[in-house]
């Protein structure tokens, strides 16, 4: 064979240029990032414009649905909230102490545990374990419908499948993600007024007045705006991924397990850039 007919083949085949087909896949990643987070939006707006217009068109979201998800992922998930958030409430306790001592003002930790409480602690721990929770019963549903062709026998019927499905859990989340966070603050809370009383003797009715004392209704507004985004972004993460379900019972599994995986990753992150513009 010729040598330039050999430099060819060796051009032609991908792993002879690596640079090539790595700048290939980053394109070919990026283009179907891109396209993912354009459908989640055009559920997201498909999803609102049903929930605010469709009784207009007779057509509207199915109250029944909306309550069922929000007794599925509000009330039945509060337990595991408040023991996690209690938890929190105690470790946050046990450091601040810790570190004060130091400097001979442990009679601050009631303001620290406020403060990281509602602003921090309480919207990341609901937003986690509701990824955790309900995003991937989402993903996992709705994957497993789209594996049985029920999403295709509901537009066969006329049913939209955006307006059965989506807009009601986007409308339940809406509603008891935040109150769940709430639930969580005064949960986080509580656990730190108990250490603090064991371990300072500080009195329960006097942990509340300098908690209340320190927090503005900015610092719970904070942590209730946090999660009203992360109510929307654990939604459409688990939606998405169960629309895009193929090749049966493993491909449920894949999407269950890649939307658990990106809602926290997407929450960690939007976390951080809300806590860097309301805290400058």
């Keep these: 064979m010729l040598p330039w007919r050999r430099a060819c083949r060796k051009m032609a085949d991908p792993s002879e240029r690596p640079v090539s087909s790595s700048i290939e896949?980053?394109?070919?990643?990026?283009?179907?990032?891109?396209?993912?987070?354009?459908?989640?939006?055009?559920?997201?707006?498909?999803?609102?414009?049903?929930?605010?217009?469709g009784q207009f068109i007779k057509q509207p979201v199915r109250i029944p649905s909306v309550f069922a998800q929000m007794m599925g992922m509000g009330i039945a998930a509060s337990p595991i909230v408040f023991i996690l958030s209690f938890a929190i409430g105690v470790m946050l306790a046990i450091q601040i102490i810790y570190n004060l001592k130091t400097f001979g003002a442990e009679s601050q930790v009631v303001v620290g545990v406020a403060l990281s409480v509602t602003r921090e602690f309480g919207p990341l721990i609901t937003g986690i374990l509701i990824a955790g929770r309900t995003g991937s019963a989402l993903a996992a549903r709705i994957g497993t419908m789209q594996v049985n062709q029920e999403i295709d026998a509901l537009r066969v019927m006329g049913i939209n499948p955006v307006r059965y499905l989506v807009a009601p859990a986007l409308l339940a989340m809406m509603i008891m993600v935040p109150v769940l966070t709430f639930f969580s603050d005064l949960a986080g809370l509580l656990g730190g007024a108990i250490y603090t009383g064991i371990e300072l003797g500080l009195g329960f009715d006097a942990y509340v007045d300098q908690s209340l004392e320190s927090l503005k209704v900015n610092d719970i507004m904070q942590g209730l705006l946090k999660s009203e985004v992360f109510a929307v972004i654990i939604t459409l993460v688990g939606v998405t991924n169960g629309f895009a379900v193929i090749g049966g019972a493993e491909g449920v599994g894949r999407a269950t397990t890649r939307a658990v995986v990106l809602s926290i990753t997407y929450i960690v992150i939007a976390d951080m850039v809300f806590t860097y513009f309301l805290n400058r």
């Design 25 to 53: 896949q980053l394109g070919r990643t990026t283009v179907r990032g891109v396209e993912e987070v354009g459908y989640s939006c055009a559920l997201f707006i498909e999803s609102l414009l049903w929930i605010l217009i």
